[in-house]
T-cell receptor, first 116, second 116 residues
């Protein structure tokens, strides 16, 4: 399968612990996005990378959240000192560069976080 | 503020019946408009998009949508629903892709159930 891959698919953690999610985009896609989706809501934009550069961050991305894409390929989203309000589905998406970009985002299946 | 409203949280239709899902947006500039579908256990998938030109756009799986600037609407339609169309549908608005690339604003979604 050559789609967007996210790991782990499910994570249950205790409040105060740190968690990290990984996203592997479609190989030729240079743009990578993180969204968060809570129950009954649509996805909310968190951050966006073009290659290894983080170009945009939402106000939703508090100091406890950090995202990286060190080599312009996979990305990680780390949440430090988790809170119950962080419980959500974290979605990763990618899109191709330049002329190949039709405006479509290709989403992974998401990583569901439950904070107890 | 930019926003997307999907007035219907849940819609049930009979298989073979027609479908219309409503979407209204608030956006200062000319919007780019999208409909995505999310099936259980699957990532969001693009159904169709509107950037410019013909206001009636065709998408995958027999869906179409009509952009009406005067009503700030982008309603999704299908003439005959299949049981496999049961899913959650999200309308989204985005900026000019020459600028911010992936900061889509999603509605809260409409869950579609299909009766046999």
């Amino acid at each position: 399968d050559t789609g967007v891959s996210q790991n782990p698919r499910h994570k249950i953690t205790k409040r105060g612990q740190n968690v990290t999610f990984r996203c592997d985009p479609i190989s030729e896609h240079n743009r990578l996005y993180w969204y968060r989706q809570t129950l009954g809501q649509g996805p909310e934009f968190l951050t966006y990378f073009q290659n290894e550069a983080q170009l945009e961050k939402s106000r939703l991305l508090s100091d406890r959240f950090s995202a990286e894409r060190p080599k312009g390929s996979f990305s990680t989203l780390e949440i430090q000192r988790t809170e119950q309000g962080d419980s959500a589905m974290y979605l990763c998406a990618s899109s191709p560069p330049g002329q190949m970009n039709t405006g479509e985002l290709f989403f992974g299946e998401g990583s569901r976080l439950t904070v107890l | 503020a930019q926003s997307v409203t999907q007035p219907d949280i849940h819609i049930t239709v009979s298989e073979g019946a027609s479908l219309e899902l409503r979407c209204n947006y608030s956006y200062g500039a000319t919007p780019y408009l999208f409909w995505y579908v999310q099936s259980p256990g699957q990532g969001l998938q693009l159904l169709l998009k509107y950037f410019s030109g013909d206001t009636l756009v065709q998408g995958i799986k027999g869906f179409e949508a009509e952009f009406k600037r005067s009503q700030s609407s982008f309603n999704l339609r299908k003439p005959s629903v299949h049981w496999s169309d049961a899913a959650e549908y999200f309308c989204a608005v985005g900026p000019d892709y020459g600028g911010s690339q992936g900061n889509l604003i999603f509605g809260k979604g409409t869950k579609l159930s299909v009766k046999p």
